[in-house]
């Protein structure tokens, strides 16, 4: 069965860091490029970033640009997302999605939730 | 940045009934990289359509979507149960994604 799985999330102070983890299976990870969406209660689905699959291309949301760092270890089927400096407008659930040569994602995780508070 | 504005906010209808959900482009985009999701409270969102029109795989096909240029529909042809959900659609452009506010179809 094709699955991703997010883990990493919790509770962290405003300016905190915090690494997710989104672990790939029954599908071969490294031929993909995957995303990482995200979503504030109550609202709507927002990106966040992009890697390919060899990580040589990267892309981030201009509200994430130079606090976090997406990556991924194709030997460990894994994904990862490193959030520093975070703010409590980070607070969201985080999914990781994986991506298709046309942009859509066809395969997502059920999420970690990030809530950033003091 | 193409911005997606969906229309209505809110849809009320009954099971059985025609839903016809809107997404408009702030600039044209290309019907290849448009899609169309389907999320329930607490679950993750779920593709319906890709290319404007392609159907996810297990898919039922009363979900069809349609358009081109700036004007995208998702319709939902008769109203199952299970279809009353939030409903996004997506764009992929100049190396970012975004989406749509979301349509939330709700039980009359």
């Known amino acids: 069965e094709v699955q991703l799985m997010e883990s990493g999330g919790g509770l962290v102070q405003p300016g905190g860091s915090l690494r997710l983890s989104c672990a790939a299976s029954?599908?071969?990870?490294?031929?993909?490029?995957m995303n990482w969406v995200r979503q504030a209660p109550g609202r709507g689905l927002e990106w966040v970033s992009y890697?390919?699959?060899?990580?040589?291309?990267?892309y981030y949301a201009d509200s994430v640009k130079g606090r976090f760092t997406i990556s991924r270890d194709n030997a460990k089927n894994s994904l990862y997302l490193q959030m520093n400096s975070l703010r409590a407008e980070d607070t969201a659930v985080y999914y990781c999605a994986r991506v298709r040569t046309s942009g859509y994602m066809d395969v997502w995780g059920k999420g970690t939730t990030v809530t950033v508070s003091s | 940045e193409i911005v997606l504005t969906q229309s209505p906010g809110t849809l009320s209808l009954s099971p059985g009934e025609r839903a016809t959900l809107s997404c408009r482009a702030s600039q044209s985009v290309s019907s290849t990289y448009l899609a169309w999701y389907q999320q329930k409270p607490g679950q993750a969102p779920r593709l319906l359509i890709y290319?404007?029109?392609s159907r996810a795989t297990g898919i039922p096909d009363r979900f069809s979507g349609s358009g081109s240029g700036t004007d995208f529909t998702l319709t939902i042809s008769r109203l199952e149960p299970e279809d009353f959900a939030v409903y996004y659609c997506?764009?992929?452009?100049?190396?970012?994604?975004?989406f749509g506010q979301g349509t939330k179809v709700e039980i009359k």
């Open positions: 997506q764009q992929y452009g100049s190396s970012l994604w975004t």
């Open positions: 290319g404007a029109s």
């Open positions: 029954g599908f071969t990870f490294s031929s993909y490029s």
């Open positions: 890697i390919s699959t060899s990580s040589s291309t990267i």
